[in-house]
């Protein structure tokens, strides 16, 4: 039998010294306070390796969305958590009910221990440091897998915590899909995953035997839903930054847009006209992000191929020579009309820079639409009047909601970000990931004098009444 691989033979010593280190000395609100500040000071100092290394991963992708998808939610992830985790840390005071007065009850936030998170290649900094923020402040070690289709960034997350970390507090896993599969069978105390949903249920799976309580960030088919008395200008400028930030390769970027009948074709040219003022004709290529590699390329070239055979239209907004396509693995923006419902495109989640049109009667076409297919990680009604945004986002469970925008509710550390059924379970971001990694500790104080003490045999008299009086 062959020996494992060096990697795969350190992930269980590796889980074991963060774990032993953990109950030898868990790290108090100040070390956590500290341990933040200078992960901030040496990340911040590291931007322009984040931004070398992300870009020679992909190939290309714009410095720009380097700076706002990576470094600057991250940044404001870590602010967050440094001004608030003595306040989340504290005992929650809970109310008992009249029944069990003078007894005194909270919910103490306590750390769960070793926190395991699997971080994907598409925002490969943000997805693993915004995790991990909410971990340290919540007074955990933390074990992280990046992905390997970015092993330059791998390599510079992996020297960044090494900076600014103990060895034995955060830790970092490197290696292909081996090592990810063996890093989730571990009996991690909490495992986080962000991914597709396929691996999100392998994941699950293997965290199963160990009963790890999990967090999954996953994705599914975003739908962008245009009412009939939205601008379509509007619309279309703020879905385009939805579908083409970061070549599309965002879980919840715009997946298909749906729009009312009579409007489709002016709501495309307005579509193109935004990729040109974008983009031009992408012979400077600065501001469009690669796609990943080249399996991913092929795949989306795939998903374009079934359509087309199934009767689609498929209009590229830009036209590139097919050899740079390749060779730069540079994808146009694309639109796709007509495209049937068993067709790839519309079965899979998309994660490229293609958006399927599709039109509707009435709204409720629209609405049924979505409601029967799985429950999406995000949701973007676009209407100016109140009654019809409630009627949409009362009609679809979704796992966040941007109204009149797209991508935005990410980026606000406020509100939890997570999925649900098959786009996800759990949340993280600001006090929800802060919560996600505790375990709330109900503890109840009872008095020195009790009525409670009164409830036991014999039930006769006084105490049968008092029994019957409280059952009621």
């Not at 081996?178 to 009996?187: C, H, K, Q, Y």
Request: glycine share 6%.
């Amino acid at each position: 039998m062959n020996a494992p691989s060096p990697a795969l033979a350190e992930l269980g010593p590796t889980l074991e010294r963060l774990r032993t280190a953990w109950r030898a000395n868990k790290p108090s609100p100040d070390q956590r306070h500290a341990d933040l500040g200078r992960l901030r000071h040496v990340f911040a100092r590291r931007l322009e390796a984040m931004d070398a290394a992300i870009r020679a991963d992909f190939g290309h992708r714009s410095p720009h969305e380097n700076l706002i998808s990576e470094a600057m939610v991250t940044l404001a992830e870590i602010d967050l958590a440094r001004r608030k985790l003595r306040r989340w840390a504290k005992p929650r005071r809970v109310g008992v009910g009249w029944k069990f007065w003078p007894a005194r009850a909270e919910l103490r936030p306590m750390p769960v221990g070793v926190v395991g998170i699997i971080s994907p290649w598409n925002y490969p900094v943000n997805l693993a440091l915004v995790p991990l923020v909410s971990a340290i402040a919540a007074g955990n070690h933390v074990y992280l897998k990046p992905s390997e289709h970015t092993p330059r960034t791998s390599e510079f997350l992996r020297e960044l915590l090494a900076e600014v970390f103990p060895a034995d507090r955060v830790s970092v896993a490197v290696g292909g899909a081996d090592v990810g599969a063996a890093f989730s069978a571990l009996p991690f105390d909490h495992l986080l995953f962000t991914g597709s949903t396929a691996v999100g249920r392998k994941v699950m799976a293997a965290a199963a035997p160990n009963l790890t309580p999990v967090t999954l960030e996953l994705g599914g088919k975003a739908p962008a839903v245009v009412a009939a008395d939205f601008p379509l200008e509007l619309a279309a400028a703020r879905i385009a930054s939805g579908k083409w930030f970061n070549a599309g390769q965002t879980c919840i970027g715009v997946d298909y847009a749906l729009v009312d009948a009579a409007r489709r074709d002016a709501f495309v040219e307005a579509i193109r006209s935004q990729v040109t003022a974008r983009f031009g004709d992408l012979s400077d290529a600065s501001n469009y992000t690669r796609i990943i590699n080249t399996a991913q390329f092929d795949r989306l070239q795939g998903l374009l191929a079934d359509a087309r055979a199934r009767g689609a239209t498929v209009l590229p907004l830009i036209d590139i020579a097919p050899e740079r396509m390749q060779a730069e693995r540079l994808m146009p923006p694309t639109i796709v009309l007509d495209a049937p419902d068993d067709s790839d495109l519309m079965r899979h989640e998309i994660f490229g820079p293609i958006l399927p049109v599709k039109t509707y009667a009435r709204l409720d076409d629209a609405l049924s639409y979505i409601g029967t297919h799985d429950r999406p990680l995000a949701l973007y009604p676009f209407s100016n009047e109140r009654a019809t945004v409630e009627r949409i986002v009362d009609a679809t469970l979704a796992g966040g909601v941007t109204v009149n925008d797209t991508l935005v509710h990410f980026a606000v550390d406020t509100l939890p970000f997570g999925g649900v059924g098959p786009s996800g379970m759990g949340a993280i971001h600001g006090k929800s990931g802060f919560d996600a990694f505790s375990k709330l500790l109900p503890v109840l104080r009872q008095s020195r004098f009790a009525a409670t003490d009164l409830l036991r045999p014999p039930y006769k008299g006084f105490v049968d009444r008092l029994v019957r009086f409280l059952a009621r």
